[in-house]
């Protein structure tokens, strides 16, 4: 495995100086805009290329680049063949990906394995046929673990407490939360939360626990409200361009598939967790607040939040998909995977 070219560095020496290689060996080149030190770099994406060059003996390696565009265009460079491979969060070009809202809607799972298990398995089930990926190969589909609201100088206790919190949201689910429950979204990157925050020109950011402390944003904030299930969660892939899919040789991409699918949902599943566990006993440690709502809480923000899969169901009919099988097929295989994998 290869692992952080420059994109010139690989161009250039694409074009001037071949690498050398047998017939039959293919090199997958990996868009990672990602930081190399994120855990999604070190504990899923490189992992993943090391079982694909090993269960295929050597005749497919993965060339982890770092990114050749935004986060929100790797959908379009593994489309047209800029990369083979690519990670990408589907929230980000939510006008593309409407079906994945579903396994982001609030209070579904406490953690990320199951989710991301049952994420798969509902694609496979029912959502594959919609054909939202286009002309792409679907590697891989997970989820990272309860997102919840974190603040800064407000502890939230009450509906009440949410009114005119200025939050940085990441996604349309997260957007729509905060609009709900009465706050104003700002759409920023993670990578931005620390200044923002520091400036004084939000109140607060949607995260799950690892992000706090990946993006060093844990002395920044100082409260959250730890809904059980959690409020939201983003919805992750790895897709491969088509063309490059469909030239490897059938035995490897029965190998390749292997370790992809459900097992790159465990793999990624178990990344979130662990650390979602580690950054949480940090924050404790720390001083933070953890705020977890009574029943009488819970259910006003359930039942504001009730609008979401209701608008959202509305909103699939159209393409012909019945939206409560969807989110009902989802729980039930977040109950299944509960059940096998604890």
Request: without cysteine.
């Given at each position: ?30 868009s ?10 070190t ?19 993965v ?25 990408s969060v ?5 006008d ?5 809202y579903?396994?982001r809607?609030?209070f579904?799972a ?13 694609y ?12 792409v ?10 997102g ?17 919190l ?14 709900t429950?009465?706050?104003s ?7 931005e939360?620390?200044?923002l ?26 409260y959250?409200?730890?809904?059980p ?14 063309r ?22 465990i ?6 967790d ?26 006003e ?9 209701e ?14 099988l ?17």
């Amino acid at each position: 495995m290869k692992v952080q070219l420059t994109a010139a560095a690989t161009l250039i020496s694409s074009v001037f100086f071949p690498i050398a290689a047998n017939a039959e060996d293919v090199t997958l080149r990996f868009s990672n805009w990602l930081p190399p030190t994120h855990l999604l770099s070190t504990e899923v994406i490189e992992p993943w290329a090391e079982q694909i060059e090993e269960v295929t003996e050597g005749r497919v390696n993965v060339q982890i680049l770092s990114g050749l565009g935004s986060p929100e265009s790797h959908y379009n460079l593994v489309k047209n063949g800029v990369a083979d491979l690519a990670f990408s969060v589907d929230g980000y070009t939510s006008d593309r990906f409407v079906l994945p809202y579903a396994m982001r809607l609030p209070f579904l799972a406490d953690d990320s394995t199951t989710a991301s298990v049952a994420y798969w398995r509902t694609y496979k089930e029912l959502l594959e046929q919609y054909n939202e990926f286009g002309d792409v190969k679907v590697m891989g589909l997970w989820t990272f673990g309860p997102g919840n609201i974190h603040t800064t100088e407000r502890e939230i206790t009450s509906l009440e407490d949410f009114e005119g919190l200025r939050i940085r949201v990441s996604s349309d689910i997260v957007k729509d939360i905060v609009e709900t429950l009465g706050g104003s979204p700002m759409f920023a990157p993670a990578s931005e939360v620390y200044e923002l925050i520091s400036r004084g020109v939000v109140d607060g950011a949607s995260f799950n626990y690892d992000s706090i402390t990946s993006f060093r944003i844990d002395d920044s904030l100082n409260y959250v409200l730890d809904i059980p299930g959690g409020l939201y969660r983003e919805t992750h892939y790895i897709i491969m361009n088509q063309r490059k899919w469909d030239a490897l040789e059938p035995r490897d991409q029965e190998a390749i598939m292997e370790v992809s699918g459900e097992a790159l949902a465990i793999l990624a599943g178990n990344a979130w967790d662990r650390n979602d566990a580690i950054a949480k006993e940090r924050l404790i440690e720390q001083g933070y607040t953890i705020t977890v709502p009574d029943e009488a809480f819970l259910q006003e923000i359930e039942t504001e939040l009730s609008v979401l899969a209701e608008d959202w169901k509305e909103r699939v009919a159209p393409m012909g998909v019945d939206g409560q099988l969807v989110i009902d097929t989802f729980k039930e295989h977040i109950e299944q995977a509960e059940q096998e994998l604890n």
